[in-house]
């Protein structure tokens, strides 16, 4: 029994993992509707950017977030303002077309610059340590990572809901003809939640990095998880991707409870099933 409970436990932190995989790309489609299909590569650029960091530097690769999370909020905000914003009206093709472009240019830099091979972040002794509950042993870094899950999207949803730029983003999401009228800045006001967005995958990547080896060739992956993770907690509803990370990992440890090689599967199957049964997601977003 208690093993059963251990992959339950060790599922919902590891949804902590998945929910930080799609907080960012919650927040670009509640804000203007763009699929970026380049998400998963720009979490594996995150973590490559923090390689490169904690060995130019020499430093704790959650010191490197200092460094790697501006840099990725920079190249969000040039990426929306020269590129994607270009893209953006009624017709959803273009911007799915020029993100998979993208994907493709990300995955083939990386792999030009740093190899095919698997990196990993060294975090020292973070990585193995863990605390006993109960008859449990949890992991410092699965609970650090669903903590940090936690104040990320807590402080998303203040921005949002809070903050004159939080304002400036339902604005431009409610109506951004109108919100153009009263004086706010369309592509500045995207380029802001593409750099927010990617300012928490930074964090995204850096964990991903210290948690597992990583190469230019899971991208893909990421991706996946982190748009059923979106999906399953409802499309535009922060704390909903919390609820479908977790869902997700649960989902995953327990698949791989009943069989190693299901762990994958057990995931898709139960974003099937929530699919199939409220395809608008558990929480979705009410529209006011």
Do not use: C
Not at 26 to 34: A, T, Y
Not at 56 to 74: E, S, T, Y
Not at 82 to 92: E, P, S, V
């Amino acid at each position: 029994m208690i093993e059963w409970v251990n992959a339950v436990v060790q599922g919902i932190l590891l949804g902590g993992l998945y929910a930080l995989f799609a907080a960012g790309l919650s927040l670009i489609f509640g804000v203007m509707r763009l699929v970026n299909i380049a998400h998963g590569d720009l979490i594996i650029l995150a973590a490559y950017l923090g390689l490169s960091t904690t060995v130019l530097l020499g430093i704790h690769p959650f010191v490197a977030l200092l460094i790697v999370m501006p840099a990725m909020a920079g190249i969000g905000y040039v990426l929306q303002r020269g590129l994607l914003n270009r893209t953006l009206g009624d017709d959803i093709l273009p911007p799915l077309l020029v993100t998979f472009g993208l994907s493709v240019i990300v995955q083939n830099a990386l792999l030009e610059g740093y190899t095919a091979d698997p990196q990993k972040l060294n975090a020292g002794a973070i990585e193995t340590a863990s605390v006993a509950v109960g008859g449990l042993s949890l992991g410092i870094l699965p609970l650090l990572t669903f903590g940090m899950a936690i104040v990320v999207i807590a402080g998303l949803q203040w921005i949002f809901y809070s903050t004159a730029l939080g304002r400036g983003f339902r604005a431009v999401s409610d109506n951004q003809d109108i919100a153009q009228l009263m004086g706010l800045n369309k592509a500045h006001v995207f380029g802001m939640a593409m750099a927010l967005a990617l300012a928490v995958t930074a964090i995204a990547g850096i964990l991903l990095g210290v948690r597992t080896s990583f190469d230019p060739a899971i991208g893909g992956g990421r991706l996946i998880f982190g748009f059923e993770a979106v999906i399953i907690g409802g499309l535009g509803n922060i704390w909903g991707t919390l609820a479908g990370g977790v869902i997700l990992g649960v989902a995953q440890t327990i698949g791989a409870k009943i069989d190693p090689g299901w762990q994958v599967l057990a995931g898709h199957i139960a974003f099937l099933v929530v699919l199939a049964v409220r395809p608008n997601g558990l929480f979705p977003r009410v529209e006011h």
